[in-house]
């Protein structure tokens, strides 16, 4: 029968009679079994044919190592979990995961037998696990009983069942070889064929009509024949015709002439029958074909996705089913053991999502040094990055750096009380929690680093057309300014909402203390033009930091043109700007000093016009250090709420004779420079 029959024969509806070809416990593979009929000829084969998927799901789930954990889902050592890693005495703990996953895949249902000491098996009694092999199934009486070749007889109180759900017979089960049986027959009849092919001596079969005046002439040519051409195998697959000669004694045609019984290989398309074999084969099996080793226009980013795909898809659900399984049934068993198996298996990385997570490892590593440097322990630092556990941060040991003054009673008792002034002044500085801080900074800090790094992408990704001809003009797209504003403003915006409701309690709180009726005060809001205000600003400040990373971009590229740099040169060193870190958190660091200021002043202004209030603005400076000479110029300093301390445009002239010029922004809030620990604090005229 030709493999054209044979791959038309598997797409007719037959009907078999499988009483002799299968016996109940579908024997294959490592099953003996009877009978050597070609439908049982493929069949032996399905662990064949589907070696190589079935190898890839085994070995990964060999490889995934199983714990018990008690019901408060901590892991815990257990007799189950040491009977999984010492089974029997056959098999290493490798070797029974990699029989459970092949037995699954190839047999409808598999069957392992429980061994314990005593009467009961319980969890502790075990003492092994082995599978069963050779038994016929009965059932007498309405139960299942497992009758081995020793004559033992086992039932289901000792015997743990493991099967796919069949919809045409629930207790037989369904295995992923029976679903692919079809598909890889393919593959056995071209791989009989190709045997053919080559015993045949690599000739095709056919006919050879050989022209001889006599039948002695015709005799003597095919000898020579069989002789020299004949396969190595001497297989008589060549038949040999006679033609006799015409009225004249003359050949009619030439001697010998070839007519092939067979289609040629390139008729049969055996490789788009191949393809579509593997195709079918994956979708049973899951595993695609870059993972079985079928290489044919792979590329890294293909085999990737194939590996997230295999893991998420094919591997992990099995091995999840598996684990499940044998946990239910073992409960089933014991009556319940108090434990669950369960394992960890991490899904592969696609590129994009590496970089997101070098990226996020980049973050959680700054997060942790912020959080040191603002006084937290170490320890405590990677718990709250680990976790997002904000109660998980402890503040170490500070050491003061000098020694602090200590009075008892009796010289306190003495000492006489401050006059009242006429006026109320904040004494405490209206500031962001640590913590609170440190949130919002890092999400601005994100916000920034994230539109620097696409706006280097885009450069990168566009390198022909910039190192052509590089002018004056923006490296970086037109909208990046409003972009960055944008992303800034939400977190900037976020934040003035959630200090502004607090220095409004404060700040309604002096007013109230200065005997001024605060009845008529609401809660915080920021008015459109406070807003309107505020969003100019921050486009200001996102245009200015843009035109930080265009120019450096510019000086790159020029660099670049004149020293004859190649483009990989020139990728190398416009990456150099993403590790600017310095410059990220410089205006993250500024703008949530000058967001938390803003917010008290805000709220100050709101309150004081809803309660008809006088109140003034002084500079003062908080920090443990020294103030800078400018700052120390300032201290101190009044001005109305809607006044500004310094214009834009005006100097500064320190005790030193060095010069401030504020060029960017009327100062109104208290703060003068990055890092700057200057604040606000008010005074209320009372009434």
């Not at 019901?71 to 890693?85: A, E, P």
């Not at 020793?150 to 295995?175: C, H, Y």
């Not at 999502?353 to 630092?381: I, P």
Request: charged share 25%; aromatic share 8%.
């Amino acid at each position: 029968m030709s493999l054209a029959t044979n791959i038309r024969n598997l797409f007719k509806t037959k009907t078999i009679d499988l009483s002799d070809a299968i016996n109940l416990n579908d024997s294959i593979g490592w099953h003996t079994m009877s009978g050597s009929s070609t439908y049982n000829f493929y069949k032996d084969n399905q662990y064949e044919n589907g070696y190589s998927s079935i190898t890839k799901l085994s070995n990964g789930f060999a490889t995934i190592e199983p714990y018990t954990v008690d019901k408060n889902n901590k892991s815990v050592s257990s007799n189950i979990l040491d009977r999984l890693y010492t089974p029997n005495t056959d098999m290493s703990p490798y070797d029974f995961r990699e029989a459970l996953m092949v037995m699954s895949l190839v047999h409808d249902k598999v069957l392992i037998r429980v061994h314990a000491n005593g009467d009961r098996i319980t969890g502790d009694s075990i003492t092994g696990f082995t599978f069963l092999e050779g038994y016929n199934e009965e059932v007498v009486g309405g139960k299942r009983y497992y009758r081995l070749l020793n004559g033992e007889r086992l039932d289901d109180s000792t015997v743990i069942t493991l099967k796919s759900f069949n919809p045409d017979a629930v207790q037989q089960g369904f295995s992923a070889s029976r679903a692919a049986r079809r598909w890889t027959r393919i593959d056995d009849y071209i791989a009989d064929y190709q045997k053919g092919f080559f015993e045949n001596g690599a000739v095709p079969s056919g006919e050879m009509v050989i022209t001889a005046g006599t039948a002695t002439e015709f005799n003597d040519i095919v000898d020579m024949l069989q002789r020299k051409h004949k396969g190595a195998s001497k297989s008589n697959n060549i038949t040999y015709t006679h033609r006799p000669t015409d009225v004249n004694g003359k050949p009619m045609n030439s001697q010998i002439e070839w007519i092939p019984f067979s289609s040629p290989n390139k008729d049969l398309s055996l490789k788009e029958l191949f393809d579509n074999a593997n195709k079918k084969i994956d979708s049973v099996y899951g595993v695609p074909a870059s993972i079985r080793g079928v290489n044919d226009s792979n590329t890294y980013a293909s085999v990737r996705v194939d590996e997230l795909i295999f893991v998420k898809y094919a591997l992990q659900p099995a091995t999840l089913k598996i684990w499940s399984k044998f946990n239910h049934e073992l409960n089933r068993i014991t009556g319940g053991t108090g434990l669950a198996i369960t394992f960890e298996l991490e899904l592969p990385q696609l590129a994009d999502e590496e970089k997101v997570k070098a990226e996020a490892k980049a973050v959680d590593a700054q997060t942790v040094t912020n959080l040191t440097t603002q006084g937290y322990t170490l320890e405590s630092a990677i718990s709250y990055v680990q976790t997002g556990n904000i109660e998980a941060l402890k503040l170490g040991e500070i050491k003061p750096t000098e020694l602090p003054e200590v009075t008892d009673q009796t010289e306190v008792k003495d000492t006489p009380d401050q006059p009242v002034d006429l006026s109320m002044t904040s004494q405490k500085k209206k500031k962001l929690t640590r913590l609170t801080r440190l949130e919002y900074e890092v999400k601005l800090y994100n916000v920034v680093k994230t539109r620097m790094e696409k706006q280097v992408a885009d450069v990168i990704a566009n390198l022909d057309k910039l190192t052509k001809a590089i002018t004056e003009d923006d490296p970086i797209a037109d909208d990046e300014d409003y972009k960055l504003a944008q992303g800034m403003s939400l977190v900037l915006l976020g934040l003035i909402g959630y200090q502004g409701a607090i220095e409004h309690k404060a700040n309604v709180k002096l007013i109230a203390q200065a005997g001024i009726d605060t009845s008529n005060v609401g809660a915080f809001e920021m008015t459109p033009a406070q807003r309107a205000q505020y969003k100019t600003y921050v486009e200001k400040v996102s245009a200015g930091y843009n035109a930080q990373t265009s120019q450096r971009i510019r000086d790159i590229l020029q660099e670049g043109k004149a020293t004859g740099a190649t483009q990989a040169e020139i990728k190398d060193r416009l990456t150099t700007i993403l590790a600017e870190e310095y410059r990220i958190q410089r205006i993250a660091t500024t703008e949530i000093n000058k967001a938390g200021a803003d917010s008290s002043l805000f709220s100050m202004k709101n309150a004081a016009k809803e309660s008809g209030a006088t109140v003034d603005k002084l500079w003062t400076h908080g920090g443990t250090d020294d103030p800078c000479e400018f700052c120390d110029e300032l201290i101190g300093e009044s001005a109305g709420l809607e006044e500004n301390f310094l214009d834009l445009g005006d100097s500064l002239v320190s005790a030193s004779g060095a010069v401030f010029e504020n060029d960017f922004e009327a100062n109104d809030d208290g703060g003068l420079h990055p890092n700057c620990h200057c604040y606000l604090t008010y005074k209320v005229e009372r009434n």
